[in-house]
Nanobody
Framework: VQLVESGGGLVQPGGSLRLSCAASRSIFSIITMAWYRQAPGKQRDLVAS???????NYADSVRGRFTVSRENGKNTVNLQMNSLRPEDTAVYYC?????????????WGQGTQVTVSS
């Protein structure tokens, strides 16, 4: 397993969750780390990304509520999600673009469920 995600769960509207993703040492020279999400019946969309230099990018729907961060020395990317809404309910996937034992490509985590409901 090359990407291990944690932190999903059930939370009430207005609540917070923090997702974390750790990349194994088999993936090196990581360029971009990101989080995507996929709701039932919908396509997988970018939520937030962060470059090796710290440049961030957010989907309009989460800007101001979510914060992405990374720890380069630990190959870890985090997603702090505040003011959660029911429409944030989805499976969240960690994504890394880098060079690993399978070459330069996108690597994906297994996904973690986030459910926002009262």
């Amino acid at each position: 397993v090359q990407l291990v995600e944690s932190g999903g769960g059930l939370v009430q509207p207005g609540g917070s969750l923090r997702l974390s993703c750790a990349a194994s040492r088999s993936i090196f020279s990581i360029i971009t780390m990101a989080w995507y999400r996929q709701a039932p019946g919908k396509q997988r969309d970018l939520v937030a990304s962060i470059s090796r230099g710290g440049t961030t990018n957010y989907a309009d729907s989460v800007r101001g509520r979510f914060t992405v961060s990374r720890e380069n020395g630990k190959n870890t990317v985090n997603l702090q999600m505040n003011s959660l809404r029911p429409e944030d309910t989805a499976v969240y996937y960690c994504n890394v673009y880098g060079n690993g034992d399978s070459g330069w490509r996108d690597y994906w985590g297994q996904g973690t469920q986030v459910t926002v409901s009262s």
